[in-house]
């Protein structure tokens, strides 16, 4: 008689059981710096798309399912950990510190043998532990085979100048190199001029071109977003250990015409937003995530008209990367109007005064000119010149810096020599 209610209640409760999901497991662990074993406060912990940061003693949780947890904290190598090993809360995960000291290698640099031999010979012999690589550089090529549908459409694919980037990568990796994938972004003459409705244009409708003739695609365009950050998720699959944003900006002309009005606010929100959606999409693979500026954006309180202001920028990115090239500097800054005659000032000030805004100085990797001047008198920059902007950035206290040279083109001249200090000393500049 009571076998139907009993079959009812039953039915109920495996209703609930079934349609319940499994609760998330609770792992927990303490971050510490390996070389001295104290914690690390605000390390970034990620379990796939669930991400926590430690506290003060460097103790995390953080609740979910699966087989790893990636752990990287600023001025540190990430690294992940298995779950299995995170069963005692008071287990201590030790990173490993380090400051990357990097050159560049362009879109032909990295596949010219010759250049990337004579950069991974310097790497070997002076202080430079990082190498930054161009996956999508400045003419919109991608230096590797991707699997994005839109890369054929801009035919940005057809030349690739990394064969097997996994390899490319993995042998970096075997000789403590660290990576940095730089990804140009909304300067992409491929995209635009296959896609001329991704494209930004002149008041007249005409498509606009830079000073070096190439097409830019709209900061506002989610389609444009999603083809950046889908070659960002490729190169971090591959195992970069950065992600860095260049030309992440509106352009530097007047008068164009995007798919929105253009303000403050709205430049802010596009800039950001792209940042923020890349963020989220890099999650899972554990990189860090660096955007390159203008150098003038760490004076300016507005957005440079560019979409980049210093406020906006750091709760999002894990590096803020300043051009503090002093040629770049055509105004010089305060007290200081011929720039190439101050590079050691150029940077510290520059960065000196991004971090009275709040910003910490291990928040930031600046870019040092390794070029000689185009804009004044032309003056080489060689070993001194390259030394004052190490010392400044040094003494500034950054997470290392890196290198600029177009033509791949470096010596040893200002570099320290297998850990024995440079010869090349700053001398006595502004503190």
């Known amino acids: 008689m009571i076998r ?107 596949g010219s043998s010759k250049l990337r031999n004579a950069a991974l010979g310097l790497i070997d012999t002076t202080e430079l532990n990082a190498v930054v690589i161009d996956v999508k550089g400045d003419r919109g090529m991608i230096a590797f085979k991707s699997s994005i549908p839109l890369a054929e459409t801009a035919h940005s694919n057809e030349l690739r100048t990394i064969p097997d980037a996994k390899a490319l990568i993995d042998g970096l990796h075997r000789r403590n190199i660290y990576t940095v994938a730089r990804i140009v972004v909304f300067k992409d003459d491929p995209l635009a001029t296959a896609r001329p409705d991704l494209a930004v244009k002149r008041a007249s409708g005409a498509p606009f071109r830079d000073r070096e003739r190439l097409a830019w695609t709209d900061p506002f365009n989610i389609e444009v977003w999603d083809y950046n950050i889908s070659i960002a998720v490729e190169a971090a699959q591959i195992g970069f250990d950065e992600i860095q944003f260049d030309y992440v900006r509106f352009p530097d002309a007047p008068g164009l015409k995007f798919s929105k009005p253009t303000d403050l606010k709205s430049r802010l929100g596009a800039i950001d937003g792209f940042l923020s959606e890349a963020r989220r999409r890099l999650v899972p693979y554990n990189v860090f995530l660096a955007a390159d500026i203008f150098g003038y954006v760490t004076w300016n309180l507005d957005d ?28 010089g800054i305060p007290g200081y109007r011929n720039p190439v005659a101050h590079p050691y000032e150029i940077v510290f000030l520059s960065l000196q005064n991004a971090r009275e805004r709040g910003i910490p100085s291990i928040r930031f990797r600046p870019w040092l000119q390794a070029f000689r001047d185009y804009a004044f008198d032309h003056r080489e920059f060689a070993g001194i010149q390259i030394r004052q902007q190490i010392s400044a950035a040094e003494k500034f206290g950054s997470d290392g810096w890196m290198l600029w040279n177009p033509r791949n083109q470096y010596t040893s001249a200002g570099l320290n020599i297998e850990g024995q200090a440079c010869k090349q000393d700053a001398p006595n500049v502004v503190q």
């Open 4 to 110: 139907g209610p009993i079959i009812l209640i039953f039915s109920m409760f495996l209703s609930v059981v079934l349609t319940t999901p499994l609760r998330a497991h609770a792992f927990t662990g303490i971050v510490v710096d390996a070389s001295d074993g104290r914690p690390i406060e605000d390390a970034i912990i990620t379990l796939k798309v669930v991400v926590t940061r430690s506290d003060h003693d460097g103790k995390f949780q953080i609740d979910g399912d699966g087989d790893s947890l990636g752990i990287r904290a600023y001025g540190h190598q990430r690294m992940s950990i298995a779950a299995a090993d995170l069963k005692d809360p008071t287990k201590k995960i030790a990173l490993a510190p380090l400051r990357p000291k990097a050159l560049y290698l362009s879109f032909y640099g990295i």
């Open 304 to 331: 440079t008209h560019i979409g980049q202001r210093l406020e906006e920028l750091a709760p999002i990115v894990d590096y803020i990367s300043p051009m503090l090239y002093p040629s770049c500097f055509q105004f």
